[in-house]
């Protein structure tokens, strides 16, 4: 096994312990440590990626299992931030429901040999995601503080619908006649 795939398994091997120190309530600094797991989970995803592409160690195993560790890592997150009562289960529905529909997209593209890349509006929401997530995590109760997560979730929820429709206009050939 290579050292993305390594990092992509580590990834995901992470998230029962966010999940711990995220939910287990009077554990100390829990969430801050849960905020700290989450940061190194989501930066290893763009190390195992980079090292992948440098090093020429693009594996199937990495295709499949570096989107699904990320993909549950984020939405673990989400999850909680509804069992937190942090962000209404509406916006964490939509949200969610983005990534089934695109991963549905992909996956229909590439049994047609098409391979759709990651578009600049798909990379504004991910990186408006994870501070939202990181903002949340910590959750801090200062009126400033709870404004700049709320900030944060319209802008995630936005440039989640913005991004979703995006790609399945770009895309659109890919329903309509077989990615051709």
């Not at 195993?61 to 939405?75: I, N, S, T, Y």
Request: hydrophobic content about 55%; some cysteine; overall charge positive.
């Amino acid at each position: 096994m290579n050292l993305p795939n390594k990092i992509t398994i580590f990834r995901a091997c992470m998230i029962p312990f966010f999940l711990i120190f995220m939910l287990v309530p009077g554990i100390p600094g829990g969430k801050y440590i849960a905020a700290v797991l989450f940061v190194i989970a989501a930066a290893s995803d763009a190390v195992d990626g980079y090292i992948a592409r440098r090093d020429n160690l693009v594996t199937n195993f990495g295709k499949f299992m570096d989107p699904l560790a990320d993909k549950l890592l984020v939405c673990s997150a989400l999850i909680c931030f509804v069992e937190c009562n942090r962000v209404p289960a509406w916006i964490i529905i939509i949200i969610i429901a983005r990534e089934f529909i695109i991963s549905g997209f992909r996956l229909v593209a590439s049994d047609s040999g098409v391979v759709i890349a990651a578009s600049y509006w798909g990379k504004f929401k991910t990186i408006f995601q994870m501070i939202m997530c990181v903002l949340l995590i910590v959750h801090l109760e200062y009126s400033w503080y709870l404004v700049l997560e709320q900030i944060f979730i319209w802008i995630s929820l936005v440039l989640t619908v913005v991004s979703l429709v995006d790609y399945v206009w770009k895309n659109r050939h890919v329903l309509t006649n077989g990615g051709k």
